[in-house]
């Protein structure tokens, strides 16, 4: 699921160009669903197109229903013969909630498939994105755009000589180690003025993660701003296999913070191949697949307020 910035959209060639800057990749192979509310977009969900017809439905419902939306559009990438599947698709989703319009790219060319509309000719229009005013409007807004959904993986490949640098560090701290909650704010302070962490200091702070105060701490003052991102990026690359789990975590809540789903989406899963079943990837993952808008959940949260209790 994705929660996008909302961003006004005025037809089909400025709804194409936003696409790759609101998932962070050009999709390919892919069936793409935006949840609108007078004419710009507040979330939807990107999937393979071998999705089932009823799983794309079922979802996108519930995020129009999150949204309290009433239109959507749905757009497909792959060959011109998906035309059929992609029309179905929207047809079923049009029950629950009005489809606007129903889009198809193949080939730098794109096709309405709405019956009897005439915004694109029968062999499609060209898709002209270089000097769209979107494009740049995105690029200002720092929207990163990768060549495909892989290449986020590549982004949290480990760093195998930082990973033993920071083994080694960890294994010459004091026992027992400094308290925890203060390691993270320290840590967190020095990240918040530009300074990476020496070795030392990430040896530190994955200690502290390990610790249940030391992870609310870290988790609470998460919220996505971009250098709390290359902070938990940074220390998922460095630390030893046996402690990326908390830092991935880390990572997907503030990518997801800050409507950046395909990393989010990389980052727990590096999670949950790093520690399976962990109570954290479970919440990030509902959350995920939600199609709550991040803008609408406050931040740390109120006292009292529980957040499994949100997701029910």
Request: aromatic share 4%; net charge negative; hydrophobic share 45%.
């Amino acid at each position: 699921m994705l929660d996008p910035a909302p961003l006004a959209i005025h037809g089909p060639a400025d709804l194409l160009t936003a696409i790759p800057y609101i998932l962070g990749y050009h999709p390919q192979n892919r069936v793409v669903v935006f949840i609108t509310n007078e004419g710009r977009l507040t979330c939807g969900l990107s999937v393979d197109r071998q999705t089932p017809d009823a799983v794309i439905v079922a979802q996108s419902s519930s995020a129009a229903s999150h949204a309290n939306a009433r239109t959507a559009v749905v757009v497909g990438y792959g060959p011109l013969s998906d035309r059929h599947q992609i029309a179905r698709v929207a047809d079923k989703i049009n029950v629950a909630v009005t489809v606007q319009a129903c889009l198809l790219v193949d080939g730098g060319r794109y096709y309405c498939l709405v019956d009897g509309c005439l915004c694109t000719p029968e062999h499609g229009a060209v898709l002209e994105t270089a000097s769209s005013v979107i494009a740049a409007e995105m690029t200002l807004l720092g929207r990163p755009v990768l060549a495909s959904r892989e290449h986020f993986d590549a982004l949290l490949e480990p760093d195998t000589d930082a990973q033993a640098r920071t083994a080694a560090a960890m294994a010459s701290l004091p026992k027992p180690p400094t308290e925890p909650v203060t390691i993270v704010r320290s840590s967190l302070e020095h990240a918040s003025a530009g300074e990476r962490l020496s070795d030392e200091q990430a040896a530190y702070l994955a200690v502290a993660l390990s610790n249940n105060e030391g992870r609310s701490t870290a988790w609470e003052a998460t919220t996505g701003e971009i250098w709390q991102q290359d902070l938990w990026l940074d220390l998922a690359r460095r630390v030893p296999e046996h402690c990326v789990a908390v830092p991935a975590n880390l990572l997907a809540w503030s990518a997801w913070r800050r409507s950046e789903p395909a990393l989010a989406w990389a980052a727990l899963s590096k999670a949950i191949h790093a520690m399976p079943d962990n109570a954290m990837s479970h919440l990030i993952g509902i959350l995920l697949a939600s199609g709550i808008n991040p803008a609408t959940l406050p931040w740390p949260l109120p006292d009292g307020t529980d957040l499994e209790d949100l997701l029910r």
